[in-house]
């Protein structure tokens, strides 16, 4: 079982301790976060982020707040306020909504101990899910082997590997798959503007020993073009009914080159990643993050101090839509833990689910 370098999250008494992603890679740094007012702003200003870890993260939060005061009021108030941290990635109100139905019909004095209880189930049941889409996942990378000599040539965007999750992640954990056992891959990281998330990917894979090259979002073309990319693997934060998925601003792109030029192009989401009462992808609520972020740029300066370096003036107007959606059709498939789907086929997997 993959074991995170770091853990992402962990209980820590009464609080939780997470590994704040908006110092990576350049720092690591840990932060305790012990009131819902601190899990909350964790969650919106990305300290905690990747769609499966922000469920995870904001089921402990509903535990923190329910310290000293387990009232419906303060339950109200707790899953209220974490639900309104992020609107994209269906994992928050999906783990919110499994705090609410084992909370609310439990009398008050039961309810703090069972929160804890749910929330670290949630935690651990994520980390064995993304164990399951590694082992699934890496059936397409070994189908590149059986058709090509050399390393496995993976292009994926933002990151959806351990970083985003509470395991080895969604999108790279077929790729720790492969890599653990002996199968060569190259990974195409996408540096994903404006926040660079593909940072956090080149950082995790450095550290893992996974070869890779980091390449400037719109580089992503032409190496589809030049036949360079054997598949294209992504992670989610909402996928709907028929399959249309959203996930970073710039996922879109990415299908359409590779659609384009023959290459397949997968999404890598658990079931609580998938939204069965959300029809199609217009329905799919894209989170705007204001032009602060497109204004600037982070780096670390010769000093190794961490910098937001400004790239154009504050009365620039700028545009900032954090994530987009990528249509079924051009989706080859969707790896989940109970295996590959076709886009449409998701219920296939998922009788059960409502
Ligand atoms: C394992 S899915 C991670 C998913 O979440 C990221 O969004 P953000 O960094 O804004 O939380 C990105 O869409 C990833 O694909």
Redesign the pocket.
């Known amino acids: 079982m993959f074991t995170q370098p770091v853990p992402t999250l962990a209980r820590d008494g009464d609080a939780i301790v997470v590994l704040d992603q908006t110092r990576l890679p350049y720092r690591s740094e840990q932060r305790r976060l012990a009131t819902l007012a601190e899990v909350a702003t964790a969650i919106h200003s ?1 300290q905690v ?6 469920g995870a993260t904001a089921a402990f939060g509903v535990a923190i707040a329910l310290g000293g005061d387990a009232s419906d009021a303060q339950l109200d108030i707790a899953l209220r306020t974490l639900a309104a941290t ?1 609107p994209t ?1 269906v994992n928050l109100h999906w783990a919110l909504g499994r705090m609410a139905a084992r909370l609310r019909p439990l009398p008050a004095s039961a309810r703090l101990d069972a929160a804890w209880a749910e929330a670290e189930t949630i935690r651990a049941g994520d980390a064995a899910t993304c164990a399951a889409i590694g082992a699934h996942g890496v059936a397409l990378l070994e189908a590149v082997v059986a058709r090509r000599n050399g390393p496995v040539r993976v292009m994926t ?5 351990w970083l ?2 509470c395991g080895a ?3 790279l954990a077929p790729v720790y798959a492969a890599h653990a056992c002996g199968i060569a891959v190259h990974v195409w990281v996408s540096e994903t503007r404006p ?1 660079n ?1 593909g940072l956090l990917t080149a950082w995790e894979l450095r550290e893992a020993g996974v070869p890779h090259s980091v390449i400037a979002d719109n580089a992503a073309g032409i190496l589809l073009a030049r036949g360079e990319v054997d598949l294209v693997i ?4 909402r996928v709907a009914a028929n399959g249309d998925s959203a ?2 601003v710039g ?1 879109y792109l990415k299908a359409l080159a590779a659609r384009e030029h023959g290459v397949p192009f997968h999404i ?2 658990p079931l609580s ?1 998938i939204d069965f009462a959300c029809p199609d992808g217009a329905a799919i609520p894209i ?1 705007d993050r204001g032009p602060a972020e497109v204004r600037s740029v982070q780096g670390v300066a010769s000093d190794g101090s961490v910098q937001d370096v400004a790239l154009v003036p504050d009365t620039t107007g700028a545009a900032n839509p ?2 987009d959606v990528t249509p079924a059709r051009l989706i080859t498939s969707i790896v989940t833990e109970r295996g590959s789907s076709a886009p449409g086929r998701l219920r296939d997997l998922f009788p059960e689910a409502p």
Do not use: S, V, W, Y
């Open positions: 990305m982020r990747g769609a499966p870890l922000i992020r990635a965007h933002c990151n959806a590997g985003a999750t992640g969604t999108a926040r998330q992504t992670g989610a934060d996930n970073k996922t890598a989401a990643t989170e954090a994530f």
